[in-house]
């Protein structure tokens, strides 16, 4: 059946670009009956139309690759990679679903954060939206307080590996250090966090998958899978510890200190 599509799919390519070049060659001959063109201006013409056109394309790549930045930046990594070690420990596939995991990690991500953000507006934005300030102060004004959160919660190993790397010298404060040094070493530090309690979850799930099977195999119920037998029990113990809010409660503390 595969195969059929994919013959199918083939020919009705071929058939298209059979129809195009006919068209086109139509077009060569017949003078009359030119292939309608499109032409799109951004801008005004000249210098200046090309330097507006570069300036918007710059600033369309900018804010496509701004949603990786901030999530670098900020706590929404160590959150989403604990809640997804959850639902691995728990063996429940899909329960929760994707949109539940990142709504919630996005959520508790503004709830960590918001002491921050709300630093960056009072500093930079209304100032900046007021016209106290330009484009350039209000930048150099919101990176201060990111650059002291993710600074607090950056392993000083990793931080001088991307230092030395870039043979800078020695930052005498936090303002100092460069971004692009700051956020890698922020985000692999977020990672060893983040790996470091899904371990500690995997742990208690993993004693009970390993009685399970033991149990099974003493009984000479080899032919019975253990997760059918274990899932229902990492449930019920996660239930019993209110295993949500223990996570949570642990993703708050380990920001707090």
Aim: proline content about 6%; hydrophobic content about 50%; cysteine-free.
């Amino acid at each position: 059946m595969k195969r059929n599509k994919l013959v199918v799919l083939v020919l009705l390519l071929v058939i298209s670009i059979f129809v195009l070049s006919l068209t086109a060659s139509a077009a060569e001959t017949d003078p009359s009956n030119p292939i309608p063109g499109l032409n799109v201006n951004i801008g005004s013409s000249g210098t200046a139309g090309s330097s507006n056109t570069v300036t918007l394309l710059l600033l369309l790549t900018v804010l496509s690759l701004a949603p990786s930045f901030l999530i670098l930046m900020t706590s929404f990594t160590r959150i989403v990679i604990v809640l997804g070690f959850v639902r691995t420990s728990l063996g429940t596939q899909q329960m929760p679903p994707n949109q539940v995991l990142i709504g919630l990690a996005l959520f508790l991500t503004f709830f960590i954060m918001s002491p921050t953000l709300g630093q960056v507006n009072q500093t930079a934005l209304q100032p900046y939206l007021k016209g106290e300030i330009n484009q350039t102060q209000a930048f150099q004004k919101a990176a201060v307080p990111m650059k002291e959160f993710m600074f607090k919660h950056t392993r000083q190993k990793d931080l001088k590996l991307f230092l030395d790397y870039t043979k800078a010298q020695a930052p005498t404060g936090v303002e100092d250090i460069p971004i692009t040094a700051l956020v890698p070493a922020y985000a692999i530090s977020e990672l060893k966090s983040a790996f470091q309690m899904g371990f500690m979850i995997f742990i208690p799930f993993l004693v009970i998958d390993m009685v399970v099977s033991s149990t099974l195999m003493a009984m000479g119920m080899m032919m019975l899978p253990p997760v059918m037998i274990s899932l229902p029990f990492k449930i019920l113990l996660f239930i019993l510890v209110d295993g949500w809010y223990l996570v949570v409660k642990s993703l708050l503390l380990s920001y707090s200190t």
